[in-house]
Structure formats: C-alpha cells, structure tokens
C-alpha cells in the first residue's frame, strides 16, 4: 500500500504569516491534488498538479509537484483565520486506476488573528 | 446542480443490524468512490467504481458492499455494524481525467 505522508500534522499561527504544508511519498503518482475540507463538511478540491516541477499559483496559495512526482507542497503567503481548516494531499498511482485515490492524512491548520 | 448528495446525515445502528448509505450525484461523472474518515486515520478508500456495472475494493473494504447500476448511484451496504465501523462516510465522484473529486457533505455513522 502506498503511503502519502503529509507534515506537519498540526499547524498554529498568527494572521500574517507564511507556511509550507509537505506531502511525500516513496511512490511516483500521475497526479497530486489538495483538498481543503472545514469541520462537518467533505472535502474540497483546492488544484490538481500533473506534470513534474508544475507550480500553480491560487491567490495566496502556492502548489508544487516535485521533479520526480513523489512529493508536493502548498505554501500560504499573508495566512488569514479564513484559511483555517484540514489541507489533504490526494494521489494516483502512475498507472493505477484513477478511482484508486489515496489520501494523506492531513495538516490541520488553525490561523489566529 | 446538487452536485453530490448523500443521505442520511446522521445514523445509529445497533451493532448487528444492515443498512444502506445513499449517494448520487448529477454530474454525469464516471467515477465514484466511498472513503471512510477516522480521527488521526485520514481518508481511506472503501470501494470505488469506474463506471456503471464496475467495482473494485479499496484500502478497507471488509464489512461493506457496493453497486453500480446507474451512472447516478453509488450506494453502500453495511452488512453487519459494527462498533469498528462508526465513522464519517464520504462519497465523491469524479469526471475521467486529472479534474478531482467532488464530495459530499458526509454521514455520520454510529453502531453501539
């Protein structure tokens, strides 16, 4: 079974500053995609990431899929207490079924103003 | 559009008894998939399907099953609850391609 490891698993800061969220595994996958999901909802899909090194930018929000499409990373510039919630990594295994989507476990971020 | 709708929202069961969870989507997507979310586990895969009559198994499929005979539907049966299984369900469902997932807003299962 493939593995998605996402760090760091607990996030606190204060409106204003900047973080990484890391996503990594030993496994190569044909896409990476982030989720942001918020309490008593499911997930929602923030970008996906195809090919490697394919950065993507969504407002304050960076996306990078890695060279060897084995890890990704979201960077927030400025957080705002908006961006506060549970950031999920998801991948396909290069080759595999797409409706084999794995999940990380998750980076839950809390922003303070 | 409704997007993906999941019914119920909430459930008990006592342990032992069936039931089955709802979900359809209107977005003629071809691919559907039931996870499973537990504190400190992520997301993990139950079951998942490509299309209308294909179904394949997931990370944890043991103690559920899956149909697909519409485009539409996507249910998923518990055939036995028990304790192991209250968690939050999600079923999501996706176009072909590298476009993501749309989820639904969950059901919360409890067995005691």
């Known amino acids: 079974t493939q593995l998605l490891e996402q760090s760091p698993q607990f996030l606190s800061i204060q409106e204003g500053e900047n973080l990484t969220v890391y996503c990594n595994s030993s496994?190569?996958?044909?896409?990476l995609q982030w989720y942001r999901q918020e309490p008593g909802e499911g997930p929602v899909l923030l970008v996906t990431?195809?090919?490697?090194?394919e950065v993507k930018k969504l407002k304050r929000l960076t996306f990078q899929f890695g060279d060897a499409r084995k890890d990704s990373s979201l960077h927030i510039t400025a957080a705002q207490p908006g961006d506060t919630g549970l950031y999920l990594c998801a991948g396909l295994n290069y080759g595999g079924s797409q409706g084999n989507l794995i999940f990380g476990k998750g980076t839950k971020l809390s922003v303070k103003p | 559009n409704a997007g993906v709708t999941q019914t119920p929202k909430f459930q008990v069961l006592k342990t032992g008894q069936s039931m089955t969870l709802q979900c359809a989507q209107d977005m003629n997507h071809e691919y559907m998939s039931w996870y499973r979310q537990d504190p400190g586990m992520g997301l993990r895969l139950i079951h998942y399907s490509v299309g209308a009559g294909i179904t394949d198994q997931g990370e944890v499929p043991n103690g559920y099953n899956v149909s697909r005979s519409t485009t539409e539907d996507f249910p998923l049966r518990l055939l036995s609850a028990a304790p192991s299984q209250t968690s939050v369900y999600f079923c999501?469902?996706?176009?072909?391609?590298?476009?993501?997932?749309?989820f639904g807003s969950g059901t919360r299962l409890t067995v005691v």
């Open positions: 999501a469902s996706s176009p072909p391609g590298q476009g993501g997932y749309t």
């Open positions: 990431v195809v090919t490697g090194g």
């Open positions: 496994s190569v996958f044909s896409s």
